[in-house]
């Protein structure tokens, strides 16, 4: 697989970071909408080919970290595994096992991304709070499309979650903190009355709250703006990893995405090997 050719990182944003709530964060937000809501942003993820932006970037982590277990915090409706699964085999050459976590579990997703891959991709039963993973859950973490949810004080305390357990992590954003970025997320709810139909399995319910009370498209604009507002600069991403602790190798960039108009920004981090 082609590694996709990275991208400059601006020297800095046009606007300020914002700390403003999303809808599907909200515990009285209805399990459906929330889970039509990430079930369209996977559809996405998985059309856009975002998987072959992340493979080579996680890839390479996961080879300097030791390791081909990943636990993927807030995984929401299942994320890019679909495709960046086989993608990530075929640069390790040997099989890769995903452990999905979140603090509002989608069993149905993750049974049916795990029948489809053998059963190498599992759910986790009980809600995971990511600023503080059970110890059982040993593996490289992973946050796609969420990193942005948490403020400076809870996002600094992931990253020293992880380097305090010795686990690597990988975090991977589509959403910045720039006007053409959030111009181009503002047009998610016409993209969801086209795509929510495809959205599997099929749910009556989910085109209820698509067509008749258009909900799901409306916590698609609102969390997308949002999410552009709140996210996180390469610069910063890699100051609050520097504040995280010692003894871990970090890097962080911005690289093209195949299918998709927006930039991925992405950091990792592992424990640094012994000179």
Known sequence: MTTPAPLPARAGPRFGRLQLFELEDQPWCPRAVRDGATGYLELVARWGGVHAAVAPVLARALRAAGTRRIVDLCAGGGGPWRSLRPALEEQLGGEVTIRLTDRYPNPDAAARLGAAAGGRITAWPAPVDALAVPAELDGFRTLFTSFHHFPPGEAAAILADAVRSRQGIAIFELTARRARTTALIAGGPLLA?????????????????TYLVPAIPLVVLWDGIVSCLRSYT??????????????????????????????????VGYPAPHR
Not at 194 to 208: D, K, N, T, Y
Not at 246 to 253: H, V
Not at 255 to 266: A, E, G, I, Q, Y
Request: hydrophobic residues 55%.
């Open 234 to 267: 390469v610069p910063e991403l890699r100051a609050l990893a520097a504040a995280a602790g010692e003894g871990y190798a970090w890097e962080a960039g911005v690289s093209r995405v195949p299918r998709l108009p927006v930039p991925l920004t992405w950091l």
């Open 193 to 209: 009355l086209g795509l929510v139909p495809w959205i599997r399995p099929f749910r009556w319910s989910r085109l209820a709250w």
